[in-house]
C-alpha cells in the first residue's frame, strides 16, 4: 500500500497547484483607490470621451471652494474647464456631499468642449474571473443661483465593452437622489476576462440647459479567485503540480513487499 507520508505529499501538491492557480480576491473602489495625481490610476481612468483628463492642483475657475482643490479637467480657464473630476477636499457651503466623497460636474457647451464626448470613468479589468459590479449616483449640489438655469437633469449609464447595462436619471427635483437616497445600480456577478472594461457616464439630460455636479460611488469586487495571468482557472496547472512531485527523482512509490 501507499504510505501516509505520501499521501500528504499529494495534497500538498494539490493544495499549492491551487494556490497558483487562484489569487486572492480583487476589491476595487472608485473612492478609496482615488489617486492624485495620477491618471491612470492602476485600473482606473479619469477621462472625457477617450481622452485622458489632465491634473490640476487647485481648480478655480469658475468655481470658488474653501481650500485649495485638486480636479482632472480639460484645463483651469473659464469656458475650457469641463468635465471636471475631483475628490472634494473640504466642506463646500450648497454641496450635498461630504469630504473626501468623488464628485464629476458634467460637460455642456457653457465650460466645455461637447465634441470631446462625456465625463466617464474607466476601469481595466486586471484579471480574468467573476466580479460584482455596484455603484451610486446622487445630485451633488443642491444650490443655483436666481438667475441659473433650473433644473439641470443629468443622465448616467454603465457600459461593459461597450455594451450599455443599467441606466438612469437624475431629475434634479429638490429632495430626489440625495447623498443619504441615492440612485443604484448593481450589475450582479459577470464572468470578465484581463482587458475587459467598465465605464461609467455622466452626462447632462437632454431637457438640461448645462451640466452639473454629480456624486459617484462605484465598487468592482472578484467573486471568488481569478486567474493573475488573464486565463480561466484551469485544472491544468493542478496536474502540472501534481506531476512535478510524482517526477521528483526522490520520489518512489513505496508499496510494501510481499516478500
Given at each position: 500500500m501507499?504510505?501516509t507520508?505520501?499521501?500528504r505529499?499529494f495534497?500538498m ?6 494556490a497558483i492557480?487562484?489569487?486572492p480576491a480583487?476589491?476595487?473602489?472608485l473612492?478609496?483607490?482615488?489617486s492624485?495625481p495620477?491618471?491612470?490610476?492602476g485600473?482606473w481612468s479619469?477621462r ?6 489632465p491634473?490640476v ?10 481650500v485649495p482643490?485638486p480636479a482632472?479637467?480639460?484645463a483651469?480657464t473659464?469656458?475650457s474647464?469641463l468635465?471636471s473630476?475631483?475628490r472634494?477636499?473640504g466642506?463646500t457651503?450648497?454641496?450635498d456631499a461630504?469630504v ?10 457653457f465650460?466645455?468642449?461637447?465634441s470631446l464626448?462625456e465625463?466617464n470613468?474607466l476601469?481595466?479589468v486586471?484579471?480574468?474571473g467573476d466580479?460584482r459590479?455596484?455603484?451610486?449616483l446622487?445630485?451633488?449640489s ?9 433644473p ?9 465593452n461597450?455594451?450599455?447595462k443599467d441606466?438612469?436619471t437624475?431629475d434634479?427635483?429638490?429632495g430626489h437622489?440625495?447623498?443619504?437616497s ?7 456577478t459577470?464572468?470578465?476576462?484581463a482587458?475587459d472594461?467598465?465605464?461609467?457616464e ?12 454629480v456624486?459617484?460611488n462605484?465598487t ?6 481569478v ?5 480561466p482557472?484551469?485544472?491544468a496547472?493542478?496536474v ?12 518512489r ?6 516478500h
Amino acid at each position: 500500500m501507499i504510505h501516509t507520508k505520501y499521501v500528504r505529499r499529494f495534497v500538498m501538491a494539490f493544495v499549492t497547484s491551487i494556490a497558483i492557480c487562484q489569487s486572492p480576491a480583487f476589491a476595487y473602489d472608485l473612492k478609496t483607490d482615488w489617486s492624485e495625481p495620477a491618471n491612470p490610476n492602476g485600473p482606473w481612468s479619469y477621462r472625457v470621451g477617450s481622452v485622458l483628463l489632465p491634473y490640476v492642483a487647485n481648480w478655480t475657475a469658475g468655481v470658488s471652494f474653501p481650500v485649495p482643490q485638486p480636479a482632472y479637467l480639460p484645463a483651469n480657464t473659464v469656458g475650457s474647464f469641463l468635465p471636471s473630476w475631483f475628490r472634494l477636499a473640504g466642506t463646500t457651503t450648497g454641496f450635498d456631499a461630504a469630504v473626501g466623497d468623488i464628485i464629476v460636474h458634467t460637460n455642456d457647451g457653457f465650460n466645455g468642449n461637447p465634441s470631446l464626448g462625456e465625463a466617464n470613468v474607466l476601469f481595466a479589468v486586471p484579471a480574468t474571473g467573476d466580479y460584482r459590479v455596484a455603484g451610486n449616483l446622487w445630485n451633488a449640489s443642491t444650490v443655483l443661483a436666481p438667475s441659473d438655469f433650473r433644473p439641470r437633469p443629468q443622465d448616467w449609464r454603465i457600459l461593459v465593452n461597450g455594451v450599455v447595462k443599467d441606466s438612469g436619471t437624475l431629475d434634479a427635483i429638490a429632495g430626489h437622489f440625495s447623498r443619504s437616497s441615492p440612485d443604484t445600480f448593481d450589475l450582479g456577478t459577470l464572468s470578465l476576462l484581463a482587458g475587459d472594461l467598465i465605464e461609467l457616464e455622466i452626462f447632462k439630460n437632454p431637457a438640461a440647459q448645462a451640466g452639473y455636479f454629480v456624486g459617484t460611488n462605484m465598487t468592482i469586487n472578484s467573486v471568488g479567485g481569478v486567474s493573475e495571468v488573464g486565463e480561466p482557472i484551469s485544472a491544468a496547472l493542478l496536474v502540472a503540480g501534481v506531476t512535478a512531485v510524482y517526477a521528483s527523482p526522490s520520489f518512489r512509490l513505496p508499496f510494501t513487499s510481499s516478500h
